[in-house]
């Protein structure tokens, strides 16, 4: 689930206070530089990280930080992480350094600072730290991973597909198993097992040694407030101002994390009804939002037997998933219904084509999707428990809910998980703000609520009465946004549990 919020892609999507797993962490400091002075030399990032096709210098600097593969061997095989920098815009303020995650897991996070700053994070964040991006482990410049995803593999990425009936489903189970295979023939170095949330939170707390900082802020978007809070719990004592945004509940991604997507949708779709009720008369969708929820399973249950232009049914429900993403996207996700509503007439002038290539497999993302999801838990290995699961959502949710609860490549995982997954710590500081909005398809409002009944008197809570995935920067609701930059740059969290009204039009 990489932010933001609205990927080009279907892939984009999609998360005790001792350190698990026998290694010692790394030490607070260096020893050889001043806290908040750079212990590495920073160098031209690799080509393609900036957009610099609009002019100007580049912005950020990146350097690579070693850490040990394996963290019960922190002598043995090393890796090397890329990370990125934009320095903090006015020295006199800098109060740390903000680690960056936009999500996935398995999203490039290079680009994350200057990203943030094109789309408005304040002046007053940009001041108060250097904004760290990076490559967590197994992405892009990180020690790359791959499954040897090619075009002839049928795979969806970080969602399964919807399974419209007991065929449909025993077709993913085949998937499955051979995805699981083919990731583990893939695997000739022993890489893979070592990617996940626990080790990248152990990565995350060296790269704040190398950069000299006692203590580092986060700030994470969707699977990125797994790993936050996997962080403040192994390392609450080294962790500054903690901001989760678009919550997973947990540490990991599990069977009940991924079959809360199908409550998401739920949720998040009658505001997309609505907002196409009231066009009824560009689009045709229906006149309310019953009608347009009815035209969703009429067109969708077409699909499934006679696609449009390679259109299937599975691919329109995931589309208009990833739809409630983002508001900005219901415009085309409309136009793209009533051009499938009506194949034989032309489309609108202005109705973009259906993207056929949304599919497409991007091999490192979905590889490092499948590790860490896999590596963090132990998912179920019965194939019966998914059948039974995908019946009861197909009834219970009937948007999406034959595809959240379908069977995973993590039922055929070669690996078994190293440790058990992280547990929430929390007895710690309280220096935790989760944030999330009421309505979001991917990562619902019970996520961040049980994320904060987790840690406790750790943390508060910030709901919005909103829709769509991601609440700071791009969510433009000036509440949240006052409460979230008020803990970043004052240190300044609500006395209490908040709701935040809706953003005026």
Same mark, same amino acid.
């Given at each position: 689930?990489?932010?933001?919020?609205?990927?080009?892609?279907?892939?984009?999507?999609? $998360?005790?206070?001792?350190?698990?797993?026998?290694?010692?962490?790394?030490?607070?400091?260096?020893?050889?530089?001043?806290?908040?002075?750079?212990?590495?030399?920073?160098?031209?990032?690799?080509?393609?990280?900036?957009?610099?096709?609009?002019?100007?210098?580049?912005?950020?600097?990146?350097?690579?930080?070693?850490?040990?593969?394996?963290?019960?061997?922190? +002598?043995?095989?090393?890796?090397?992480?890329?990370?990125?920098?934009?320095?903090?815009?006015?020295?006199?303020?800098?109060?740390?350094?903000?680690?960056?995650?936009?999500?996935?897991?398995?999203?490039?996070?290079?680009?994350?600072?200057?990203?943030?700053?094109?789309?408005?994070?304040?002046?007053?964040?940009?001041?108060?730290?250097?904004?760290?991006?990076?490559?967590?482990? +197994?992405?892009?410049?990180?020690?790359?991973?791959?499954?040897? !995803?090619?075009?002839?593999?049928?795979?969806?990425?970080? $969602?399964?597909?919807?399974?419209?009936?007991?065929?449909?489903?025993?077709?993913?189970?085949?998937?499955?198993?051979?995805?699981?295979?083919?990731?583990?023939?893939?695997?000739?170095?022993?890489?893979?097992?070592? *990617?996940?949330?626990?080790?990248?939170?152990?990565?995350?707390? =060296?790269?704040?040694?190398?950069?000299?900082?006692?203590?580092?802020?986060?700030?994470?978007?969707?699977?990125?407030?797994?790993? +936050?809070?996997?962080?403040?719990?192994?390392?609450?004592?080294?962790?500054?101002?903690?901001?989760?945004?678009?919550?997973?509940?947990?540490?990991?991604?599990?069977?009940?994390?991924?079959?809360?997507?199908?409550?998401?949708?739920?949720?998040? !779709?009658?505001?997309?009804?609505?907002?196409?009720?009231?066009?009824?008369?560009? !689009?045709?969708?229906?006149?309310?939002?019953?009608?347009?929820?009815?035209?969703? !399973? =009429?067109?969708?249950?077409?699909?499934?037997?006679?696609?449009?232009?390679? *259109?299937?049914?599975?691919?329109?429900?995931?589309?208009?998933?990833?739809?409630?993403?983002?508001?900005?996207?219901?415009?085309?996700?409309?136009?793209?219904?009533?051009?499938?509503?009506?194949?034989?007439?032309?489309?609108?002038?202005?109705?973009?084509?259906?993207?056929?290539?949304?599919?497409?497999?991007?091999?490192?993302?979905?590889?490092?999707?499948?590790?860490?999801?896999?590596?963090?838990?132990?998912?179920?290995?019965?194939?019966?428990?998914?059948?039974?699961?995908?019946?009861?959502? =197909?009834?219970?949710?009937?948007?999406?809910?034959?595809?959240?609860?379908?069977?995973?490549?993590?039922?055929?995982?070669?690996?078994?998980?190293?440790?058990?997954?992280?547990?929430?710590?929390?007895?710690?500081?309280?220096?935790?703000?989760?944030?999330?909005?009421?309505?979001?398809?991917?990562?619902?409002?019970?996520?961040?609520?049980?994320?904060?009944?987790?840690?406790?008197?750790?943390? =508060?809570? $910030?709901?919005?009465?909103?829709?769509?995935?991601?609440?700071?920067?791009?969510?433009?609701?000036?509440?949240?946004?006052?409460?979230?930059?008020?803990?970043?740059?004052?240190?300044?969290?609500?006395?209490?549990?908040?709701?935040?009204?809706?953003?005026?039009?």
């Amino acid at each position: 689930m990489k932010f933001p919020p609205f990927p080009s892609t279907v892939a984009a999507v999609a $998360v005790a206070g001792l350190l698990v797993g026998g290694c010692s962490p790394a030490p607070a400091g260096t020893g050889s530089h001043p806290a908040g002075s750079p212990a590495v030399q920073w160098r031209a990032c690799p080509d393609g990280v900036e957009d610099l096709t609009h002019g100007g210098p580049p912005r950020l600097r990146c350097v690579t930080v070693s850490v040990p593969l394996d963290y019960d061997d922190p +002598g043995g095989t090393q890796i090397d992480l890329t990370i990125s920098r934009l320095p903090s815009g006015n020295p006199d303020k800098r109060r740390g350094v903000l680690l960056l995650n936009p999500g996935g897991p398995g999203g490039s996070g290079l680009d994350q600072p200057t990203f943030l700053a094109s789309h408005g994070i304040p002046h007053s964040v940009l001041d108060s730290y250097d904004l760290i991006g990076m490559d967590t482990r +197994g992405v892009g410049h990180s020690s790359a991973i791959s499954c040897g !995803f090619t075009d002839e593999v049928k795979y969806y990425g970080a $969602v399964p597909p919807y399974a419209a009936d007991d065929t449909a489903f025993a077709e993913q189970v085949a998937t499955a198993k051979e995805v699981a295979a083919r990731c583990a023939a893939h695997d000739q170095d022993g890489r893979l097992r070592q *990617v996940s949330t626990a080790n990248t939170a152990r990565d995350l707390d =060296r790269i704040r040694a190398a950069l000299g900082e006692e203590k580092a802020s986060f700030l994470g978007y969707s699977y990125g407030t797994a790993l +936050g809070a996997a962080y403040a719990s192994m390392f609450p004592d080294r962790s500054d101002r903690i901001v989760l945004d678009s919550n997973i509940g947990d540490t990991h991604l599990d069977v009940d994390g991924l079959r809360r997507y199908s409550r998401g949708m739920e949720e998040t !779709f009658p505001d997309f009804a609505r907002w196409a009720a009231l066009r009824h008369d560009r !689009f045709g969708l229906g006149r309310t939002a019953q009608q347009v929820r009815d035209t969703y !399973f =009429r067109l969708a249950e077409r699909l499934d037997r006679h696609p449009v232009d390679g *259109v299937n049914g599975i691919l329109f429900r995931l589309s208009t998933f990833v739809t409630l993403y983002n508001q900005k996207s219901y415009e085309q996700a409309a136009h793209t219904w009533n051009t499938l509503l009506n194949p034989g007439e032309a489309a609108p002038a202005d109705s973009p084509s259906v993207d056929h290539d949304a599919l497409s497999p991007h091999d490192n993302t979905w590889s490092v999707f499948l590790a860490v999801t896999c590596n963090d838990v132990e998912w179920p290995a019965d194939v019966a428990t998914y059948r039974q699961a995908v019946r009861e959502d =197909r009834e219970a949710y009937p948007l999406f809910g034959a595809a959240a609860a379908n069977i995973m490549p993590c039922a055929y995982w070669r690996h078994e998980p190293t440790e058990p997954p992280v547990t929430v710590d929390d007895q710690g500081p309280t220096n935790i703000l989760i944030a999330q909005n009421q309505r979001d398809p991917v990562t619902p409002l019970r996520g961040g609520e049980l994320l904060d009944e987790k840690f406790g008197e750790r943390s =508060r809570l $910030v709901t919005v009465d909103g829709s769509g995935h991601g609440v700071y920067v791009l969510g433009k609701n000036p509440c949240a946004q006052h409460i979230v930059t008020s803990y970043l740059v004052d240190g300044t969290l609500p006395e209490h549990d908040t709701t935040c009204p809706p953003a005026t039009p």
